[in-house]
């Protein structure tokens, strides 16, 4: 969605052009000019428009930069890259669990042999079959773990190890 029509239906039965203007100490036609994505206000009044309009303040700032970098094919190719990874809940998770981050995994995840492996289709669905049995099935475990091949083994005991802290 672009941020003009975000603005638009954020604002709509809620604030006139002029209410919304007044609010964020702007004339009416900047709010029209920015519907119709004429404008992109500043940061600032990203801001005041987000708080005006109960909207969360970092996305609408991102969309924002996201219609400023539509320039140029180098700022849609940032943009769109981005976008993937703010969406991407893997990522989402990462970032919002402090101890994924440990340098200890960091450096497990940077080993050649364990990125290859977790490109690996049956790998990782032995690794999610293992991770849904919630009741610790030992023989279900032992079963999954005998069908990983050993060189996927390997990588997996280093990115236990990396997970323990066990070196």
Partial sequence: MRFGEK?????????????????????????????KGERIPSDDRCQLLAKALD??????????YK???????????????MEKLMTD??????????????ASIVKALQSPDIRKVL?????????????STTD?????????ITQIPAQQWQALLSTAKAFAGIT
């Fill in 119 to 131: 490109k690996n289709k049956q790998w990782c669905e032995a690794l999610k079959a293992s991770a």
């Fill in 7 to 35: 603005i638009k239906q954020a604002r709509n039965g809620r604030f006139s052009q002029r209410a919304l203007g007044k609010s964020i100490g702007v004339w009416d036609t900047y709010i029209g000019q920015i519907e």
């Fill in 89 to 102: 809940p893997v990522i989402s998770q990462v970032i919002a669990d402090s101890k994924m981050l440990d």
């Fill in 67 to 81: 219609e400023r970098a539509q320039k140029t094919p180098e700022g849609r190719k940032l943009f769109s890259q």
């Fill in 55 to 64: 909207l969360d303040p970092q996305r609408l700032l991102f969309l924002a």
């Fill in 136 to 144: 610790r099935d030992i023989p279900e475990l032992i079963k999954i």
